[in-house]
Nanobody, 123 residues
Framework: QVQLVESGGGLVQAGGSLRLSCAAS????????MGWFRQAPGKEREFVSA????????YNADSVKGRFTISRDNDKNTVTLQMNSLKPEDTAVYYC????????????????WGQGTQVTVSS
């Protein structure tokens, strides 16, 4: 079992930055690939970013490439999403997710999900 708790969301002006964190429980954090998804009001949940077990491989959605960076600290059981140059269209609830399989993260069919944190970008 893995429990995920997101933090760091909030209100920011367009062009600003936010840093989301996801704290994971359990002693086998390094056995899980991690990722972030988001869901805006009235829209389907969409993939944002993924990172492999020890952070060697990362993958970002085209919509956030060059602006968002995912990283992880396996000693602290945390994964972070650094979001720069935020746009109003980045407004959404952001969810942290974990799964032993990296491809499952990207596919959005992960086993574990957090409760989400709201990110609002004003124009």
């Amino acid at each position: 079992q893995v429990q995920l708790v997101e933090s760091g969301g909030g209100l920011v002006q367009a062009g600003g930055s936010l840093r989301l964190s996801c704290a994971a429980s359990g002693r086998t954090f390094s056995s899980y690939a991690m990722g972030w998804f988001r869901q805006a009001p009235g829209k389907e949940r969409e993939f944002v970013s993924a990172i492999s077990w020890v952070g060697v491989t990362t993958y970002n959605a085209d919509s956030v490439k060059g602006r968002f960076t995912i990283s992880r600290d396996n000693d602290k059981n945390t994964v972070t999403l650094q979001m720069n140059s935020l746009k109003p269209e980045d407004t959404a609830v952001y969810y942290c997710t974990a799964d032993p399989r990296y491809k499952t993260i990207v596919a959005g069919t992960s086993e574990y999900w957090g409760q989400g944190t709201q990110v609002t970008v004003s124009s």
